[in-house]
Every structure is written in structure tokens, then in C-alpha cells.
């Protein structure tokens, strides 16, 4: 039988799915979860963000949880560095992966960062020439890559000029991140279509939202298009800060599931991430809502009672 294609799966729940959950988690049990997403084989986790201290309440505790990250056990923890300091303190952690975010909306990273993308591209200009010297790989988000809460629509051709300037930079992979979750496939392909008119897809990874149930569709798009590489948080942790009480980011569960499915290989035990994320509902007091992860609950939940 021919070796199945291996797809990277980047788990953003204890970053991204967390700075979106309102009720506090402790600095243990965020890493009792980071803990727990190892163990199911998920390789590359994105832990933390350091940014201000207060900026973000969630995660004020970058530091401390970063100092029990065990930075030699084969998996790849990254953090989101806003800015050079935020890069600095993140690598005397022993951080190898760092993360930066942008937008492809000025009026989105203004709001969100108060900063222009030409701005915040700069900061990153000065934290990528240090990488580069430090031997520390650098990601880039691109937010509101199909729809930005503010302006609308935003066309393919904005996002490839982001694309390019970061990709100049020396990032390694840029995270497409469809932050409100409205796209719909054929909007997937004509960002893909003209991203990949001048670059390999291997540059790109999928960043889905399940707001309007589309993630998984969007993801098969960029699969059939060349994407090998996708973000997922376990549950689906985090909401939609711009629609609250809808789903969050792709469920790591709803991804594995159509992945392996689909005869592709992660590496990723189900009914481990659902460990992981049993764990994180109960601390956070909210049900998760990942389809597959509800589904395999009851499966198991009925061979217990037969
Ligand atoms: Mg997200």
C-alpha cells in the first residue's frame, strides 16, 4: 500500500482557543492540556502569546507557563510575539517558533493592534532579521484573509501583497486566517489561486473558523488545491469575539477526522485530543461543540451503558 500523505497540524487552543474563552484557566491546567495535546501525538502546538501584560488577561501568564514547557521532548511549542521584545523575552524561554500576526484589513489590525499592516510589517522586518541570526523559525498569521468585520469583502490581490512582503521577510509558512468564518469554498479557491500564481502552497497553512459551519468544506478546498497544513484547536475552543456564542476556531477533532478519513495521515489519536479536550471544557465550565468530538462522546458514552 502506497505511504499515506502526512498533513501538519498546528493546535491553536491553548493560544488562540483560550484568549477567546472568557472564563480564566489556571497556569496548571493550561499545562495539564498543552500536556495532554502532546500525548496525542499533535507535533506542533502554538502554547502562548506575549503580548503587554493585561492586554490580554488569559494568557498574562506567557512566562510562567512557558518556563514548565519541556522545550526538548520532540514537540514543536511556538508563541506569538507581537513586537522585538515580545521576541526576546519568548526566545530566553527556549521558543525555536515564533509567530507573528497581521491582517490583510488596515481597519482590522488598527483595531486589533493599533497599528497599519505596513506597520506592523515593519516591526516584523525588525524581528525577522534577528531570527534569521538567532536560527528561530518565524510563522506569520494573516487575518481576515477572505472578510474583514469592518471593511467587508477583501480581495485576493490585498492578501497577496501581504503575502509577498512577509514571504520577503523570510517567514517560513504563513497562517491564512479566516478570522470571522464566513468564507465559503469558492471564495477559498480564488484566494488559493492567486496566492499560488506566485507561490508554492507549501508557503501556506489553512486557518478556518466554524462560525458558519464551513470550516471543514474550506479545508477540503485548500487541500484539493495543494494546502498541507492547517490550524485546529481542540473542541473547537475559542468563539468568534465578533459573534458571540458562535463556534470558534476548527475543531482539531472535526479535522483529524476528515483527514484520516480521507486517506490522508496526521499522526493524531482521536479519542486523545478528546482527553484534551474534556479536560479544557470542564476548566473552562462550557461544552465544547466539535461535531465529531460530540459524536465519538456519545458513541462512547452508549457502549458503556450497553
Ligand atoms: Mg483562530
Redesign the pocket.
Known amino acids: 500500500m502506497p505511504e499515506k500523505e502526512s498533513i501538519k497540524i498546528t493546535e ?1 487552543g491553548p493560544r ?2 483560550l484568549q ?1 474563552e472568557y472564563k480564566p484557566v489556571s497556569t496548571s491546567d493550561k499545562f495539564e492540556f498543552i500536556r495532554l495535546l502532546g500525548l496525542s501525538g499533535i507535533q506542533c502546538i502554538e502554547a502562548t502569546s506575549f503580548v503587554k501584560p493585561g492586554a490580554i488577561p488569559q494568557l498574562s501568564d506567557a512566562s510562567v507557563l512557558s518556563e514548565k514547557l519541556n522545550f526538548q521532548s520532540g514537540i514543536t511549542y511556538s508563541a506569538l510575539a507581537p513586537n522585538k521584545k515580545g521576541y526576546e523575552t519568548a526566545i530566553q524561554f527556549g521558543y525555536r517558533e515564533i509567530a507573528i500576526f497581521t491582517a490583510a484589513s488596515n481597519s482590522f489590525t488598527k483595531k486589533n493592534i493599533n497599528k497599519t499592516i505596513q506597520e506592523s510589517i515593519e516591526i516584523f522586518l525588525d524581528i525577522s532579521k534577528q531570527a534569521v541570526l538567532d536560527k528561530i523559525k518565524v510563522r506569520a498569521y494573516i ?1 481576515t484573509v477572505v472578510a474583514c468585520p469592518y471593511e467587508g469583502i477583501i480581495s485576493p490581490s490585498s492578501v497577496l501583497e501581504v503575502a509577498k512582503q512577509l514571504l520577503d521577510q523570510g517567514v517560513y509558512e504563513i497562517s491564512l ?1 479566516e ?1 470571522i468564518g464566513v468564507a465559503v469554498p469558492n471564495q477559498v479557491e480564488d484566494l488559493l489561486t492567486t496566492l499560488f500564481g506566485k507561490f508554492s502552497p507549501s508557503l501556506f497553512a489553512g ?3 466554524d462560525t458558519y459551519g464551513m470550516a471543514i468544506a474550506n479545508a477540503a478546498k485548500s487541500l484539493e488545491m495543494g494546502i498541507r497544513s492547517f ?1 485546529s ?1 481542540a473542541g473547537g475552543l ?1 468563539g468568534c469575539p465578533y459573534a458571540p456564542g458562535a463556534a ?2 476548527v475543531a482539531t477533532e472535526d479535522l483529524v477526522y476528515f483527514l484520516e478519513n480521507s486517506g490522508y495521515s496526521t499522526g493524531i489519536d482521536l479519542n486523545k485530543v478528546m482527553d484534551a479536550s474534556a479536560f479544557i471544557s470542564q476548566k473552562i465550565e462550557r461544552n465544547l461543540i466539535s461535531k465529531t468530538y460530540l459524536a465519538l462522546q456519545s458513541r462512547c458514552e452508549s457502549v458503556a451503558l450497553s
Request: hydrophobic share 15%; aromatic share 6%; proline share 0%.
Open positions: 491553536v488562540d482557543g477567546n487575518s486566517g478570522t486557518h478556518f473558523h490550524d484547536s475559542g470558534g476556531n
